[in-house]
């Protein structure tokens, strides 16, 4: 069963970045419209960004001017680019289609922002 495979999580200090990627655990299935998703601690998951297949783009308010969404079609990838990251953006980061579909949860990567 397909499903997305996150990486690029780490601990890293306020102000610092990181660059999350994405693909499928099958090169046979093809990305679709795409987001990022985050689980902050005690919270639920919620939606930050998302690309569609030609590129268009939305995020989160708390996040638009620091964070960039995109993907490689070639590479079958999806990248968020995060800079100025702060404390309230620690969390497990996921992505999925957009709109998310439950089967193809992953295991997320862990962005920790800490002094």
């Known amino acids: 069963q397909v499903q997305m495979v996150e990486s690029g999580g780490d601990l890293v200090h306020p102000g610092g970045s990181l660059r999350l990627s994405c693909t499928a655990s099958e090169s046979s299935f093809t990305l679709g419209d795409m987001g990022w998703y985050r689980q902050a601690p005690g919270k639920e998951r919620a939606f930050v960004a998302a690309?569609?297949?030609?590129?268009?783009?939305t995020a989160l308010d708390a996040v638009k001017d620091r964070f960039t969404i995109s993907r490689d079609n070639a590479r079958n990838t999806i990248y968020l680019q995060m800079n100025d990251l702060r404390p309230e953006d620690t969390g497990v980061y996921y992505c999925?289609?957009?709109?998310?579909?439950?089967?193809?949860w992953g295991r997320g990567t862990q962005v920790l922002v800490s002094s």
């Open positions: 690309i569609t297949t030609i590129g268009t783009r």
């Open positions: 999925n289609a957009f709109p998310s579909i439950s089967r193809l």
